[in-house]
């Protein structure tokens, strides 16, 4: 166990260390989820609440600051590394947890929940624990368990909707292997936390017309009316990617072998249905690639069983740390001359440069208390945290689509700094009284330009007419 401890503990300080030296600035949503710890709410437009929660708690100890955001990921990434190996440890061999616990950090979808703080990161961890509970769960009826189990989906839920794939998963794995459980009643008291804890969530979307389950549904439906090949390979090459490479290309190999036996079994159908179904749902519309990322936990726990006894071990490893450094240190491409690879337009970090700078320039045009009004909410986020004072911010919508910012208040009238991609919108400039001032600024990634944002501090700016947007 030493040295399954020393390397996430390496892990750990070195993302640490990261978060401090390297100039990534919070991405829009870090930013965002951020910026709704200053509006505590039962629930928000886009996801549950903890994401919220977890923020405040940790903005309360370390301040406003980058560190007090990602501080979550980082920690909640090493102990569940940690219990990953206790528990494959307990069920099978010490190779194999070592495996299981130290691969799948090195991996870019796991890299990335460990270091940024999005619902991801919290469905993740919670997701996992509840896994490895209800497999105790299954194994023994304890009443304890199943409780613990159910109020750990209620927390899964509580990080991400997509928690909800526990339910049928769990259902499953009882049709398949533990069917006379069933006629148990402990499994079904295991919904009666779960339930609890997601009642906020519901009341709250009741309140307000259900609207975060309409913007699930839109995320959800169908786009295409025949079957879309191009979305589905581009599906695939994410999960490629995020997997780094082999062990998604072991992964088929690894759930039928698993379908062997009720152990194993268990790892497959709390993975493999997930899988399939965001793989279904890219056939018609276009799907994030993190979206399953929550189901391959289970999925590496296989993986790690068939890599304890392959060839493949090293090389997996190796694939993975060098996709891993390349990950969190894009300009290394430039320097080896690779840049075309992956240019500075298509680099995934670019997200997350120039907001910081975003903020000096327009806390030297605020002269006074100017409000901060922008379209985008994404800007609106990085504002709110960049800005010195962290002012409230606001989004109008011009016909973009729906956030949470529509939900708050918006009384920005007077003078303000407005912030856009572009040149100012016709509509915002007849509101106000004209420009009193007016900058562009470039944000530079890797000597290419990357963003350019245009500022202007308007005179007496009256509320603009706002486009609702058609679509959640």
Known sequence: MIYVLSFNLLLLFFRLLYLLLYPLDLTPEEAQYWDWSRHLDLSYYSKP???????FLTGKLFGVSEIGVRITPILLSFLLSMLTYLFMRHLFDHRSAMIASTLPQLTVGFSMNSLLMTTDALLVFFWSLAVMVLFFAFEKNSLYLWLLAGFLAGLAFLSKYPAVFL???ALLFALFYRRGLLKSYKP????????????????????RDFVSFKHVSTLASKSSEVLNLQSFLEFLGGQLLLLSVLPFLLLPLAWWRGLGASKTGFFVLFSLPVFLFFALLSTFKRVEANWPGFGYFTAFLLLSLQLSKSKLLLPTYLLALFLFLFLHFTPLLDLLGLGGLVPPKRDPTKVGVGWSQLGVVVSQMRKGEEKIITPHYQISAELAFYVKGNPRTYCINLGRRMNQYDLWKKDYEGDALFVDYRPIDPKVLSASDGIIES?????????QEVK?????????????????????
């Open 49 to 55: 609440p903890l994401v919220a929660y977890t923020n």
């Open 188 to 207: 079904y008291l295991s919904l009666l936390p779960a339930l609890l804890l997601s009642l906020p969530v519901l009341y709250w979307n009741y309140k």
């Open 167 to 169: 339910l049928p998963c």
């Open 452 to 472: 350019r944002f245009y500022i202007y501090r308007l005179k007496n700016l009256r509320k603009v007419e706002e486009k609702m947007p058609e679509s959640y």
């Open 439 to 447: 900058r562009e600024f470039s944000v530079i990634w890797r000597g």
